[in-house]
């Protein structure tokens, strides 16, 4: 596992650095998250609105819309596909992304354009790397 400040970037998962996002594929699906960066800079999440299952996303689409005491935002989709699952314990208790961001995956999608949209996305040691800058800049440590 690769770690910086304190935010954990687990091996076997990809991470979507424009988006702030991890992806664990599983078969023919894909859980998504939010990175641990995210979830320390967007400090205790109280709210989250995900799209419904069912709901067809392009790569770069809202899939979910985050609130939390200091930051309102969008969470985008890393794939193009179709919304499979939304886990209802984040629905209910949305930080528990803060208390584990890798656990505590949002959606699942099956996703339609995996291989090409694979090479936007980063293994643990390049995405470590390249939130070294902005972990910096958000001025965030993850624990």
């Given at each position: ?119 936007r996305l980063q293994d643990a040691k390049s995405a470590s ?15």
């Amino acid at each position: 596992m690769s770690e910086y400040k304190g935010c954990r970037f687990p091996e076997g998962l990809f991470y979507d650095t424009e988006y702030h996002v991890w992806v664990k594929l599983e078969g023919e699906e894909a859980s998504v998250g939010a990175t641990d960066p995210a979830q320390a800079y967007a400090g205790e999440i109280i709210y989250i609105k995900v799209k419904d299952v069912g709901t067809r996303l392009e790569r770069g689409s809202i899939a979910a819309t985050v609130e939390s005491a200091k930051y309102m935002g969008p969470m985008r989709s890393p794939l193009t596909g179709t919304i499979t699952n939304v886990n209802e314990d984040v629905r209910s208790s949305p930080s528990l992304i803060n208390q584990d961001p890798y656990a505590s995956w949002v959606f699942k999608i099956k996703p339609e354009k995996l291989n090409e949209e694979l090479s936007r996305l980063q293994d643990a040691k390049s995405a470590s790397q390249k939130y070294k800058a902005i972990i910096d800049e958000w001025g965030v440590q993850c624990r």
